[in-house]
């Protein structure tokens, strides 16, 4: 019963400071890339400069507030998701003798994929993958 209480507890603290932080970049209506002029950033092909929102708009400050309150358990979820996949796939190989093949027809979707939700992943510019792709592309 103490324990369960302790982690309520603690997990209650993760929430608040959260919630103080998001509160915070919201209030201020900063972005967190509005001072991030000098660094390159590779951007869809699609994507011309012109549609580009103003980062220093206190929309494009919600909207990286929010995707910082998602990947929070989105991020925690997808670590678990690889670890797991991870711990399978050894498991995997080894039952199988070593095959590779079969180590990374789990290992590759459940490592890759998106970690981090961005802000085009809430606009609908790009999809958000939690599983990775299996196909590992053209034979060499």
Request: glycine residues 12%.
């Amino acid at each position: 019963m103490c324990k369960n209480r302790f982690l309520w507890v603690q997990a209650g603290r993760v929430f608040l400071v959260g919630t103080v932080f998001c509160t915070i970049l919201v209030a201020t209506g900063e972005s967190a890339l509005a001072h991030g002029d000098g660094i390159s950033e590779m951007s869809p092909p699609h994507s011309s400069p012109s549609s580009q929102p103003d980062l220093a708009s206190p929309e494009a400050a919600r909207l990286q507030a929010a995707c910082w309150a998602l990947t929070v358990p989105y991020g925690a979820a997808k670590m678990a998701y690889a670890i797991g996949g991870g711990i399978v796939g050894g498991f995997a190989w080894a039952v199988t003798g070593g095959n590779m093949e079969a180590a990374k027809s789990i290992w590759v979707p459940s490592m890759t994929g998106d970690y981090i939700v961005q802000p085009q992943h809430l606009t609908r510019e790009k999809h958000l993958y939690f599983v990775g792709s299996s196909s590992a592309g053209p034979p060499s």
